[in-house]
């Protein structure tokens, strides 16, 4: 199984306040975010990756060269990353996965890599999420669950219609990545900026997608400036809540 990470954004409400850098590459706590990433990855066991480029590109492949130690790297680009959405992103690594199943993760997050051990092996596709802090209010997508399934995913529904948050970690198996790629191929043509969320909608009804609860697991993602403290304070509990584990 590989893993997937999406990279090829500029991040723009962070550049407000850092600059022109990649997202991934600010620091929390003397360290990238994108090593952060990286490590959790190493830590669930996974091998492979495919980081999917964009902006900044050898700057990014610099970073994770730099901290794979000795995962194997497939690098994507996405060259067209200012015009288009993550969909397109997730396209490019399709290659790469040679009809595996594999894990997606958005780069700009930090979380305990024990969510990544809880996503593998479901035989239908799964999604973490956030049931315990909802419904605070916060910038992810809504998710509505039904009978242990999820039958709706995005930014669209109500606070009242959804039961939690959408983590930012989805699980492909192989029947799901097969049919999400052949059903994204036949509308992707006139549809550049559509997000992934979009064609996996419409596999909710032929595919028993499962939610997977993020539990007592530290998550956030890291978009602005008000996030960095925040994410430095949730990376000292993760690293507390592991050693408590030790």
Avoid at 10 to 28: A, E, N, V
Wanted: glycine share 6%.
């Amino acid at each position: 199984m590989k893993a997937v990470i999406l990279l090829a954004g500029k991040g723009r409400r962070i550049q407000k306040t850092f600059g022109p850098i990649h997202k991934s590459l600010i620091q929390l706590n003397g360290n990238t975010l994108l090593s952060y990433v990286i490590s959790n990855v190493q830590k669930a066991g996974i091998t492979s990756a495919v980081p999917v480029l964009g902006y900044q590109k050898n700057t990014v492949l610099a970073e994770i060269e730099r901290c794979k130690g000795n995962m194997e790297i497939i690098p994507a680009e996405n060259k067209e990353y200012e015009n288009t959405n993550n969909l397109v992103s997730l396209l490019k690594a399709e290659e790469s996965l040679d009809g595996e199943d594999f894990l997606l993760i958005n780069g700009d997050m930090v979380f305990d890599y024990r969510i990544l051990l809880q996503m593998q092996g479901h035989k239908n596709g799964a999604i973490a999420v956030d049931v315990k802090d909802y419904p605070v209010q916060i910038d992810s997508p809504r998710v509505q669950i039904q009978n242990d399934r999820i039958t709706d995913l995005g930014r669209h529904m109500s606070r009242v219609d959804a039961q939690g948050y959408a983590v930012g970690i989805y699980y492909f198996s192989r029947e799901l990545s097969r049919s999400f790629f052949e059903y994204t191929h036949s509308i992707i043509k006139d549809n550049l900026q559509m997000g992934f969320h979009d064609p996996l909608r419409q596999l909710f009804g032929t595919h028993k997608i499962q939610p997977v609860s993020e539990g007592d697991y530290c998550w956030m993602d890291v978009d602005e400036k008000s996030d960095i403290v925040r994410a430095e304070q949730m990376l000292l509990k993760i690293q507390e809540m592991q050693n408590e584990k030790i």
